[in-house]
């Protein structure tokens, strides 16, 4: 399955986003999806995880908790990260991951990987 990340941008710090990390190929639902991000300088992070199926498993990055939201549409072959009150700690590098797997925060674990999407959070 091949990955594409979009959706990132430039936003004051206190707006939102919303990335999209569409997904070609069959079998979309039998994948579980994350997102990970990687600041300036820094290695790259979990920020969370939606299970495959109904995706009725989610989790996140204490960082990010009750600020972020994943979700998918798998009648769109599509999976989301709803993103408010941004902080410029949150600006870096997002990128999608999918794999056939439990929730895991170890990037080395996921098959598949988007191209990522830049998002910048000004002060």
């Known amino acids: 399955v091949q990955l594409q990340a979009s959706g990132g941008g430039l936003v004051q710090a206190g707006g939102s986003l919303r990335l999209s990390c569409a997904a070609s190929?069959?079998?979309?639902?039998?994948?579980?999806m994350a997102w990970f991000r990687q600041g300036p300088g820094k290695d790259r992070e979990f920020v969370s995880f939606?299970?495959?199926?109904?995706?009725?498993?989610?989790y996140y990055a204490d960082s990010v908790k009750g600020r972020f939201t994943i979700s998918r549409d798998n009648a769109k072959n599509t999976g989301y990260l709803e993103m408010n009150s941004l902080k410029p700690e949150d600006t870096a590098v997002y990128y999608c991951?999918?794999?056939?797997?439990?929730?895991?925060?170890?990037?080395?674990?996921?098959?598949?990987w988007g191209q990522g999407t830049q998002v910048t959070v000004s002060s």
């Open positions: 190929g069959r079998g979309f639902s039998s994948y579980a």
């Open positions: 991951a999918a794999g056939f797997l439990t929730f895991t925060t170890n990037s080395k674990s996921y098959s598949f």
């Open positions: 939606i299970s495959l199926g109904s995706g009725s498993s989610t």
